[in-house]
């Protein structure tokens, strides 16, 4: 019985887990707009990224934080 009830959670754990991969390449994203806009009932800042293929990538960040226009960082982006 403990045989059976040992094969039964490992088939259920196997069966549940997802080996699911992604790709992603790596790209160097530059700030070129900064917005502020009021949701979820407070200011927050939206930064407009463009990639180097013409890709424009949007991200929040919180009021208190200072971003530069033109500076560039690196992102994921899926293949």
């Known amino acids: 019985m403990k045989t059976i009830l ?3 959670a ?3 754990f196997c069966g549940c887990y ?3 991969e992604m790709q992603v390449q790596m790209v160097n994203a530059e700030l070129i707009r900064i917005d502020t806009v009021y949701r979820y ?6 930064l407009t990224w463009r990639g ?3 890709t424009h990538f949007v991200s929040y960040a919180g009021m208190g934080q200072e971003f530069i226009v033109g500076s560039r960082v690196t992102v994921f982006v899926r293949r």
């Open 52 to 54: 180097a293929d013409r």
């Open 41 to 46: 009932e407070r200011q927050e800042q939206v």
């Open 18 to 20: 997802s080996f699911k």
């Open 6 to 8: 040992a094969v039964a």
């Open 10 to 12: 490992i088939v259920l």
